[in-house]
C-alpha cells in the first residue's frame, strides 16, 4: 500500500513538497476505505430488522424474533415468511440480532451451527410457529433428546413452542 501511495503521489506531483501532501492524502483516503469496511463487516449488520411494513409499533404490538447468544451455538436468521432480513448481504456476513414482526402465525429460515468436542454440524431449517404481541422468541439448535434440529423459545415461559431436525 505504502508503495502504490507513493507512485501515485510521484505522478501526480512535480515538487517534493507537492508530493508530501500528495502522500498524507492518499493516506488518510486509504485509513478512511479501511476503517468503513472493518465498521461494515464487524458491526454494522448487527442490527434490529422490522419485517413489516407501515409505521413503528408499540413493544406491546409486536412480537421479537432472536437468534439464540449462547456459546458453541451460531444460528443465522435468513428469512421471515418468505422475506429477507439480511438487507441483501447475507454473503457478507450481517445478520440481524432482532427481527421484529406482527403477531401471527410466522415461518422462519435459519441456519444453525453447533460446534463442540466431537460435532461440529450446521443445519438449514425451515420453521413455523405463531408469534403473540408483546412477547420474544428465541430460535435455537443443537442435540436434544438424540435428534439435531432447530426449535423456537417462547422467551418469558421458556416453553418450546417448535421443533424440527436439520436438513443439510
Known amino acids: 500500500l505504502d508503495r502504490i501511495v507513493s507512485s501515485l503521489g510521484d505522478c501526480w506531483m512535480n515538487t517534493e513538497a507537492e508530493s508530501m501532501i500528495s502522500r498524507n492524502w492518499l493516506d488518510r483516503i486509504a485509513i478512511l476505505i479501511l476503517l468503513v469496511q472493518i465498521l461494515f463487516l ?3 449488520g448487527a442490527r434490529t430488522f422490522k419485517a413489516y411494513t407501515g409505521i413503528e409499533r408499540s ?74 404481541a408483546g412477547r420474544s422468541y428465541v430460535i435455537s439448535g443443537g442435540e436434544r433428546s438424540g435428534k439435531k434440529g432447530i426449535w423456537v423459545i417462547d422467551e418469558q415461559t421458556g416453553a418450546i413452542l417448535a421443533e424440527t431436525p436439520f436438513s443439510r
Open 42 to 44: 464487524t458491526g454494522c
Open 59 to 132: 413493544p406491546a404490538e409486536v412480537a421479537i424474533i432472536r437468534p439464540d447468544p449462547a456459546f458453541g451455538i451460531l444460528v443465522r436468521i435468513y428469512s421471515v415468511d418468505g422475506n429477507s432480513v439480511t438487507g441483501g448481504s447475507a454473503d457478507l456476513g450481517t445478520f440481524p440480532r432482532e427481527v421484529v414482526v406482527l403477531p401471527g402465525p410466522r415461518t422462519v429460515h435459519a441456519q444453525v451451527g453447533c460446534c463442540g468436542v466431537v460435532t461440529d454440524y450446521w443445519g438449514r431449517v425451515t420453521i413455523s410457529f405463531r408469534a403473540d
